[in-house]
């Protein structure tokens, strides 16, 4: 698992929105947190 | 997710953009969403390559198929200041985790002050059934809680599919027509739905 302290990992992905959502859309503007869950359609 | 959507102004007001991840594709995600509510904040399809996000951070289960549930939290820089996994049953508190972004952004790395979204006119978007770019934009003006955008469903109504011809100049759905404008295609009505009701910093 990745620990506090490290650089995180570049990423690209696609949205439920359509858009295309990318780390560096974030650098410099704005924290970002990310909620990992297991699958849709299961309790969050 | 619920919670987290009631909590946006809040993480905004710490300069924290929110993002859901999960292996599942954008479909799933839109139709889930907006079952729960509405979700207006991105969930990421971690799809294709499977989990390639959760792989590169250390979260993905291997022999589930699935990522762990996990929050990781990152500064402006890029930096990573948090990271939580509570295991798949396992269950997040988000009021503490917003505590937890509250303090990153007590840090001071550099931020900007994210614009309210400008909002949209009451308008109509019209749809058709058992299509798929139909449902798309509905799972779209639901997920962003846009009531004033009344749905009218030609298929059923000889009445709305008089209108749609009206408003248009023609007959295809999905359609909005927002103050007179009609925009047709899927994706560009919910671009529009997007900028209207979710601006993303950047």
Redesign the interface.
Known sequence: MIAVGENAPDFSLKDHLGREVAASNFKGKSHVMLLFYPLDWTPT | ?PQ?EALLPR?RA???????????S?Y??????ASLGG?SF?????FHPKA???K????Y?DA?G??????????????????E?VG?PGQ?DIEA?LAE?EK??GKG????D?AEPPGIAAGVLYVRSNCGPSR?AT??RD??HLDQIALSNVSKDPAAAAELERASGGSQAPCLVVAGEATTEH?AI??KL?AAA?V???
Do not use: K
């Not at chain 2, 799933?28 to 969403?33: F, L, N, P, Q």
């Open positions: 997710m987290t993480f710490a300069h924290t953009q929110v993002l859901g991840v999960s292996v599942d954008v799933s995600h839109a139709s889930w969403a979700v991105p969930l990421l399809a971690d390639e996000l959760a590169s951070l250390g979260l289960l589930a699935i990522s762990d549930r996990a929050t990781v939290i990152i500064d402006s820089n890029g930096v990573v200041q948090y990271v996994a798949p997040r985790l972004c990153v952004d790395t550099p931020t900007v994210l798309f799972w779209a997920n962003l994706d919910i671009a997007v979710a993303l910093p950047g």
